[in-house]
Nanobody, 125 residues
Framework: HVQLVESGGDSVQAGGSLRLSCVAS????????MGWFRQAPGRERQRVAG???????SYADSVKGRYTISHDRATNTLNLTLYALKPEDTGMYYC????????????????????WGRGTQVTVS
């Protein structure tokens, strides 16, 4: 049973940076698709960034050049580093995972993942 736990959220000033982490437990396979999503108050959950076991990565246009996703296989941790933060980056950040990389881009576009974490809050003022 795969579980995801996010951490690293905080309150920061505009222009600051944060590193979010998502630790996956209960899965030891080599194939995966994982993503980060953001949900601001009163808004729908939005895709932020994603990556798969083929080392492909993708980003929402609004975060390209400011966010970097990386995966530490040794610790089963998906990291998301946020730079040059803006107030509009505020929201709850969720990690999601699937145990294969097929149609990963489609999963990211539709938020179609079987496993989700509980989120970590990022507030930018």
């Amino acid at each position: 049973h795969v579980q995801l736990v996010e951490s690293g959220g905080d309150s920061v000033q505009a222009g600051g940076s944060l590193r979010l982490s998502c630790v996956a437990s209960g899965y030891s396979g080599n194939s995966y698709c994982m993503g980060w999503f953001r949900q601001a108050p009163g808004r729908e959950r939005q895709r932020v960034a994603g990556g798969d076991s083929e080392r492909r990565t993708s980003y929402a246009d609004s975060v390209k050049g400011r966010y970097t996703i990386s995966h530490d296989r040794a610790t089963n941790t998906l990291n998301l580093t946020l730079y040059a933060l803006k107030p509009e980056d505020t929201g709850m950040y969720y990690c999601a995972a699937a145990d294969n990389y097929w149609d990963c881009e489609a999963r990211l576009q539709t938020a179609n993942f079987p496993t989700w974490g509980r989120g970590t809050q990022v507030t930018v003022s």
